[in-house]
């Protein structure tokens, strides 16, 4: 498994984290469920793993018979133990990332002493053939389903996700962390319900890659955003970047709330192709104009902390104050 941070770790990261204690812990139910042979076992394991029942094998929404037929079912794959081999081949022991969230969740507890880090276990799904989804993350659980994210090692596109290439690339070791920390950050990342702009939306994309960014500062912009380093040499590019910006003046966009014009914006999407600066303007402009702009509001208010900038709901005044201009 590679790591998703830079080079340079003390020049990147300037926190004293020594004093901040976080116990980190995965347990790996595959091996379990490979070897149910019988409903009566897979109901004992969903008995002994209640969050695993409820929250990912969606107990709660189907009969457990279902269930445990379905479970029952996965097990008796054959290629299951093939896919096994490719994660273990990927992730080892899985100390590579426990480092990484151990690093990341410091950050969280950092900023936020209150943070408690979730319960931690990780599954096969058969990419989501038999039951579950990629990633699953609340205040007390994390699960993750390790098949969807072995990336290059899965030598058969049956053994990966049924997604088109610009999201399918995210779907690899280096983007696990990132991804939990874009969903540990929306109890933190305050809004206005009643504001439904673009332009509130934006800021609040931005926040939550501030959000990553900040919790993990090693990692480069490649991994919080998910864009390529083309896209990212090109939306980064001064003359871009003013006709980005000149396009959501020029077609008056920032201030609409149509959640289909909202969406060309902030969508997944290939590339934005109403922006004209080629099919390398990438989707989810609307999230890096947005980040662009949290960060000229943070930089041109340093006395703000990154708490208050959070916890702030009115994202109309981060853009105002923030008098981006596309620099």
Same mark, same amino acid.
């Given at each position: 498994?590679?790591?998703?941070?830079?080079?340079?770790?003390?020049?990147?990261?300037?926190?004293?984290?020594?004093?901040?204690?976080?116990?980190?812990?995965?347990?790996?139910?595959?091996?379990?469920?490979?070897?149910?042979?019988?409903?009566?076992?897979? @109901?004992?394991?969903?008995?002994?793993?209640?969050? +695993?029942?409820?929250?990912?094998?969606?107990?709660?929404?189907?009969?457990?018979?279902?269930?445990?037929?379905?479970?029952?079912?996965?097990?008796?794959?054959?290629?299951?133990?093939?896919?096994?081999?490719?994660?273990?081949? $990927?992730?080892?022991?899985?100390?590579?990332? *426990?480092?990484?969230?151990?690093?990341?969740?410091?950050?969280?507890?950092?900023? &936020?002493?209150? +943070?408690?880090?979730?319960?931690?276990? $990780?599954?096969?799904?058969?990419?989501?053939?038999?039951?579950?989804?990629?990633? &699953?993350?609340?205040?007390?659980?994390?699960?993750?389903?390790?098949?969807?994210?072995?990336?290059?090692?899965?030598?058969?596109?049956? &053994?990966?996700?049924?997604?088109?290439?610009?999201?399918?690339?995210?779907?690899?070791?280096?983007?696990?962390?990132?991804?939990?920390?874009?969903?540990?950050?929306?109890?933190?990342? *305050?809004?206005?319900?009643?504001?439904?702009?673009?332009?509130?939306?934006? $800021?609040?994309?931005?926040?939550?890659?501030? +959000?990553?960014?900040?919790?993990?500062?090693?990692?480069?912009?490649?991994?919080?955003?998910?864009?390529?380093?083309?896209?990212?040499?090109?939306?980064?590019?001064?003359?871009?970047? @003013?006709?980005?910006?000149?396009?959501?003046?020029?077609?008056?966009?920032?201030?609409?709330?149509?959640?289909?014009?909202? @969406?060309?914006?902030?969508?997944?999407?290939?590339?934005?192709?109403?922006?004209?600066?080629? @099919?390398?303007?990438?989707?989810?402009?609307?999230?890096?104009?947005?980040?662009?702009?949290?960060?000229? &509001?943070?930089?041109?208010?340093?006395?703000?902390?990154?708490?208050?900038?959070?916890?702030?709901?009115?994202?109309?005044?981060?853009?105002?104050?923030?008098?981006?201009?596309?620099?």
């Amino acid at each position: 498994m590679s790591s998703c941070t830079s080079s340079g770790d003390a020049a990147c990261d300037k926190l004293d984290l020594s004093k901040v204690e976080v116990n980190v812990t995965i347990e790996d139910l595959t091996p379990a469920l490979l070897a149910l042979k019988t409903p009566t076992q897979a @109901k004992d394991l969903l008995k002994k793993n209640p969050f +695993f029942a409820q929250r990912f094998a969606q107990v709660s929404k189907m009969p457990e018979d279902t269930v445990a037929s379905v479970l029952v079912k996965f097990a008796q794959v054959p290629h299951m133990d093939t896919l096994y081999s490719f994660v273990k081949e $990927v992730f080892g022991d899985y100390s590579q990332l *426990k480092q990484e969230l151990t690093n990341a969740f410091k950050h969280v507890k950092y900023y &936020y002493p209150s +943070f408690k880090v979730p319960k931690i276990q $990780v599954a096969m799904t058969g990419v989501g053939s038999f039951f579950g989804r990629d990633l &699953y993350v609340s205040e007390d659980v994390i699960f993750l389903s390790l098949d969807y994210f072995i990336g290059n090692k899965a030598k058969f596109k049956n &053994y990966r996700p049924r997604q088109p290439g610009y999201i399918l690339k995210r779907y690899a070791p280096e983007y696990i962390v990132p991804s939990i920390m874009q969903f540990i950050s929306v109890p933190y990342n *305050k809004i206005d319900p009643k504001d439904r702009s673009l332009v509130a939306e934006m $800021v609040t994309y931005g926040k939550t890659w501030q +959000f990553v960014k900040t919790m993990m500062p090693c990692a480069p912009d490649s991994l919080v955003t998910g864009y390529t380093a083309r896209q990212l040499a090109n939306v980064t590019d001064s003359d871009n970047k @003013k006709v980005i910006w000149g396009h959501f003046l020029e077609k008056q966009v920032l201030f609409v709330n149509t959640p289909y014009k909202k @969406k060309a914006y902030t969508g997944e999407r290939p590339y934005t192709a109403e922006i004209g600066v080629g @099919k390398e303007c990438p989707g989810r402009i609307g999230w890096w104009v947005g980040w662009q702009i949290v960060r000229k &509001y943070m930089k041109k208010f340093p006395k703000k902390t990154f708490q208050e900038v959070m916890a702030d709901t009115d994202n109309r005044q981060i853009f105002n104050n923030a008098s981006y201009k596309g620099e």
